[in-house]
């Protein structure tokens, strides 16, 4: 480990998904697609299913992040793929996490993908 450098967990748990922690393929959770809102314990700012079940379509387009160091970086501007976050239930423990970034066109439908309300401040 460098100095000055913190290891951030990748889940709010710790680094590894444990079992009945995340809905994603072969995390030992009961369900076989996508599980019920609420089906896993909140995170620590009281938010339940922020890691696997379905993909979370968010605002930004697809692209890349600057290459300097960022604090919530914007998308791109403009592009032909929105950001999905979170991964899904059938992706693998080490994809279900808020950072992992997927994309798709704004007009696909499937079980995998869905979306969060949010209210901005």
Not at 19 to 28: E, L, R, T, V
Not at 70 to 96: D, I
């Amino acid at each position: 480990m460098q100095l000055g450098v913190e290891i951030m967990s990748r889940l709010p748990w710790g680094n590894a998904i444990g079992k009945n922690k995340a809905n994603c393929s072969d995390c030992g959770d009961k369900f076989k697609y996508v599980a019920p809102v609420g089906s896993f314990a909140p995170n620590g700012f009281g938010l339940k299913d922020m890691h696997g079940n379905v993909w979370e379509w968010v605002a930004d387009w697809h692209g890349a992040y600057p290459d300097q160091s960022a604090s919530n970086p914007k998308g791109a501007s403009k592009g032909t793929g929105r950001v999905l976050r979170g991964g899904s239930w059938s992706y693998a423990p080490r994809n279900v996490r808020s950072a992992f970034r997927n994309a798709d066109t704004p007009d696909d439908r499937n079980n995998a993908a869905g979306f969060r309300v949010a209210q901005g401040q």
